[in-house]
């Protein structure tokens, strides 16, 4: 089993730049990857970013390509998101997730969830 603890979020100001940071625990030597997910009210949970623990793989979601990065740190088994350049429509509950095989980034196939960390982004 693994845990993951996300935080980093808040309120900001649209354009600004915000770090979310999310920190595996327990048997994190079985993790294949890692993502970010968001859920905003009244839309779907959208997948935003995930990572290949071994190889850095990445994946962006149209949405935020050229202003979010992924990046993890293995020996830390933490993962993080940079958000530059913030919007309003990026203002959502954003999920950090682990997959024990490999995911292709799609949201049911991910097996660990934390617990969410908000982010509002104001106009």
């Known amino acids: 089993q693994v845990h993951v603890v996300e935080s980093g979020g808040g309120l900001v100001q649209a354009g600004v730049s915000l770090i979310l940071s999310c920190t595996a625990s327990?048997?994190?030597?079985?993790?294949?990857?890692m993502g970010w997910f968001r859920h905003a009210p009244g839309r779907e949970l959208e997948s935003v970013a995930g990572?290949?623990?071994?190889?850095?793989?990445?994946y962006y979601a149209d949405s935020v390509k050229g202003r979010f990065t992924i990046s993890r740190d293995n020996a830390k088994n933490t993962m993080y998101l940079q958000m530059n350049s913030l919007k309003p429509e990026d203002t959502a509950v954003y999920y950090c997730?682990?997959?024990?095989?490999?995911?292709?980034?799609?949201?049911?196939?991910?097996?660990?969830w934390g617990q969410g960390t908000q982010v509002t982004v104001s106009s």
């Open positions: 327990g048997r994190t030597s079985m993790i294949y990857d």
């Open positions: 997730a682990t997959a024990m095989s490999r995911s292709e980034f799609i949201a049911r196939r991910y097996d660990y």
């Open positions: 990572i290949t623990w071994s190889g850095g793989t990445t």
